[in-house]
């Protein structure tokens, strides 16, 4: 049984979307959206599908979307939210501005449209987390340069950061962003060196991973956090685990720290209210159940 297969016997007939990464079995989407399912006595399911990192195996993923008749679209996460895009039928425009896809909706004619929701998790979470810290107070540093970096470094910007420091393992990646997303009012993006990543943060309000480093089956981020100013908010939207290597270090510090779940949940609600056609909320009894999926 193929993993198309085991997700459509999971759903039993019932509309049904599912997480799409490689790996995906660390994934807590499956319980976000239960959750939802469940308040709103919905009948339906979502699931976890593994594909693999390559372009047919993307496009057997389109197939399947396209096919099935009772899958409503997916969400996407590492490391197919930029890859997807070219398979895809429609993307919206705050998605293409963003140039990465993390929420896959089936219109009624069998149609496939790309969305971005990432950008807006981002902020909403850090609104909860840090509703004091304000965008125009000082520089920025975000590390990583994938599909999630783009919408983080997308709405930070669009919020009014006066300077954004981006550090990428993969130099060229970063200049690539950097150069999309640097502002025409006099503001910057600057590009720093992965080996200068500790001096980066010398005067920053805001901290941001956006990279793999610290999940759940790959390396800790290495970072010496002695540059950055205590009164610093770290934010690492790494979602499994909640407490980070990276988190417990600026915890220790003294820091404001934001984990990943906030960002998960609100970027959800996307999805959902389209797969679903139900209006949904995030609250802290989902956070509750949610964080207690796989163990905090």
């Not at 503001?187 to 943060?201: K, P, Q, S, T, V």
Request: proline share 6%; aromatic share 4%.
């Amino acid at each position: 049984m193929t993993a198309y297969d085991a997700l459509v016997a999971e759903a039993r007939g019932r509309p049904f979307a599912a997480i799409v990464g490689w790996p995906v079995e660390h994934s807590r989407s499956p319980a976000l959206h239960g959750f939802w399912l469940r308040q709103h006595g919905i009948d339906g399911h979502y699931g976890r599908l593994p594909v693999e990192p390559n372009r047919q195996a993307l496009q057997a993923l389109v197939a399947f979307l396209k096919s099935t008749p009772n899958v409503r679209g997916c969400n996407l996460t590492l490391p197919h939210k930029i890859e997807i895009m070219p398979l895809l039928d429609r993307i919206d425009p705050a998605a293409a501005r963003i140039g990465a896809v993390n929420t896959v909706v089936k219109q009624p004619d069998g149609t496939l449209e790309g969305r971005n929701s990432d950008g807006q998790g981002f902020l909403a979470a850090l609104k909860d987390g840090a509703p004091d810290w304000q965008a125009a107070r000082g520089p920025v540093v975000v590390l990583g340069a994938g599909g999630a970096a783009r919408a983080v470094v997308a709405s930070l910007i669009d919020a009014g950061v006066p300077e954004l420091r981006l550090v990428n393992r993969t130099q060229a990646t970063a200049v690539t962003l950097g150069m999309a997303f640097t502002p025409t009012d006099g503001r910057r993006i600057a590009i720093e060196r992965w080996d200068d990543r500790a001096a980066a943060l010398d005067g920053a309000t805001l901290l941001v991973n956006t990279t793999s480093l610290g999940m759940k089956g790959q390396p800790p981020l290495d970072l010496d956090l002695a540059k950055l100013p205590r009164t610093a908010v770290v934010d690492d939207i790494v979602s499994t685990p909640l407490e980070t290597p990276l988190l417990a270090a600026a915890r220790a510090r003294g820091h404001r720290c934001i984990d990943g779940l906030g960002m998960l949940l609100h970027q959800g609600r996307l999805g959902f209210e389209a797969w679903f056609g139900v209006k949904v909320a995030v609250s802290a009894e989902q956070r509750r159940a949610v964080a207690t999926d796989l163990g905090a």
